[in-house]
């Protein structure tokens, strides 16, 4: 029990990849690291039904990138921590205009992104 406790919070905490309860099957992949504790990095893919769903960061400096991976025919929620919305990019363009991107939001100290099937490179600066 003790290895699988560890490996369930090193994937749904340090990573940041989980699955929707209110979705089972990974249809609605939650991406959400908690970068800290000295870490710089960190990733975790996972084999599901629909394809893999991975998460993956990197600390660089002060800016943070993110990578999202979001199997074909699910959607993904990417809540990126201490971001400001906008300075967020995704493969260098502004996230408002980047494509499979439905919308991003500021909640807080934090920016919420939903997006389409795909593989996401969100940058920020981190505040």
Do not use: K
Not at 6 to 13: A, L, N, P, R, S
Not at 58 to 65: E, I, M, W
Request: aromatic share 6%.
């Amino acid at each position: 029990y003790a290895y699988g406790a560890i490996g369930e919070w090193m994937y749904q905490v340090v990573a940041g990849l989980a699955m929707d309860p209110a979705d089972p099957g990974y249809r609605h992949v939650l991406i959400q690291p908690q970068p800290g504790g000295g870490l710089t990095s960190a990733e975790a893919r996972l084999e599901t039904l629909l394809g893999v769903a991975g998460s993956a960061w990197r600390r660089v400096g002060q800016r943070l990138h993110v990578t999202a991976t979001v199997p074909p025919n699910a959607r993904g929620t990417v809540r990126l921590p201490g971001a400001v919305l906008a300075s967020v990019t995704e493969g260098g363009r502004a996230i408002a205009t980047a494509p499979g991107v439905r919308q991003a939001r500021q909640q807080g100290g934090v920016v919420v992104v939903e997006v389409g099937s795909g593989r996401y490179e969100l940058s920020y600066e981190v505040n």
